[in-house]
C-alpha cells in the first residue's frame, strides 16, 4: 500500500521552460515532505523540503507547493536545465515515525535543447 | 561533508550465498537506513536502526536481516540471497533534528543474484 504517490512515470520538457512534477499522499501523519534528484548508479541527493505548516518553499529554480487538504505535493524547475535530466523521488515522513521516509516511485525527467 | 560510503558498487552472487552489504557514515547520525530500489516501485524501506544494537522493521524485510555494533556503521545481510533481491540498495543516514530533516544517502549497491 503506497503511501506516497507519484502517477507520472516520465516527464518530458525543452529547456528553458518550466517541469511540474506532481506527488499525492494519503497518510494524514506526514508531517515533512521531501524531494531527492537521481541520477543513474549514483545514490539520491536532497532537493528541497517543505514542512507541513507552510504551503511554499522556494530555493533557486525550485519551488514546491503543498496543498495540505488535498494531500498533495508539486515541485516547480524554472527554467529546466540540461542537468536537471534524472529520476526525482517525493518523500514524506512523520515525526513519529523515527525519520523514516516513504518514497514514492519517481518521476524520469528529460530536458531536450 | 556528510558521507555516507557502502563497500561495494557492483556485486554478482549465486543463489544461496549469504551476502553482506556494508555501510558506514561519518557524521554520528543516529538514523541508519537501507532502502531498495526497483523501477517502478521507488525506494522501499527494508530496516532501520534508530541506535547501535536497536533496529526496526521496514515495508519489506522477509529474506533480510541488519545489524548495527557500532553507531557509524549499518550492514545489511541476505542470509540466502535469491534471484529476486537483484535490486539496487541504498544505504542512507540521518539526525532528527527541528529544521534538519534531510536523509543523507550513499552511492549505491548494484546486486546481480544468479
Known amino acids: 500500500d503506497q503511501q506516497v504517490k507519484q502517477n507520472s512515470p516520465s516527464l518530458s520538457v525543452q529547456e528553458g521552460r518550466i517541469s511540474i512534477l506532481n506527488c499525492d499522499y494519503t497518510n494524514s501523519m506526514f508531517d515533512y515532505f521531501l524531494w531527492y534528484k537521481k541520477y543513474p548508479a549514483e545514490g539520491p541527493t536532497f532537493l528541497i523540503s517543505?514542512?507541513?505548516?507552510?504551503d511554499k518553499n522556494e530555493d533557486g529554480r525550485f519551488t514546491v507547493f503543498l496543498n495540505k487538504s488535498a494531500k498533495h505535493l508539486s515541485l516547480h524547475i524554472v527554467p529546466s536545465q540540461p542537468g536537471d535530466s534524472a529520476v526525482y523521488f517525493c518523500a514524506a515522513r512523520s515525526t513519529r515515525s523515527w525519520g523514516k521516509l516513504q518514497f514514492g516511485a519517481g518521476t524520469q525527467v528529460v530536458v531536450t535543447p | 561533508d556528510v558521507k555516507v560510503t557502502q563497500s561495494s558498487r557492483y556485486l554478482v552472487k549465486r543463489t544461496g550465498e549469504k551476502v553482506f552489504l556494508e555501510c558506514v557514515q561519518d557524521?554520528?547520525?543516529?538514523?541508519m537506513f537501507w532502502y531498495r530500489q526497483d523501477p517502478g516501485l521507488g525506494l522501499r524501506l527494508i530496516y532501520f536502526?534508530?541506535?547501535?544494537?536497536?533496529?526496526e522493521k521496514g515495508d519489506i524485510p522477509e529474506g533480510y536481516s541488519v545489524s548495527r555494533e557500532k553507531k557509524e556503521r549499518f550492514s545489511l545481510i541476505l542470509e540466502s540471497a535469491s534471484t529476486n533481491q537483484t535490486s539496487m540498495y541504498l544505504c542512507a543516514s540521518s539526525v532528527i533534528r527541528v529544521g534538519t530533516e534531510e536523509a543523507f544517502f550513499g552511492q549505491g549497491t548494484r546486486l546481480t543474484v544468479v
Open positions: 536502526s534508530y541506535d547501535v544494537k536497536m533496529k
Open positions: 557524521m554520528d547520525h543516529e538514523n
Open positions: 517543505i514542512s507541513s505548516i507552510k
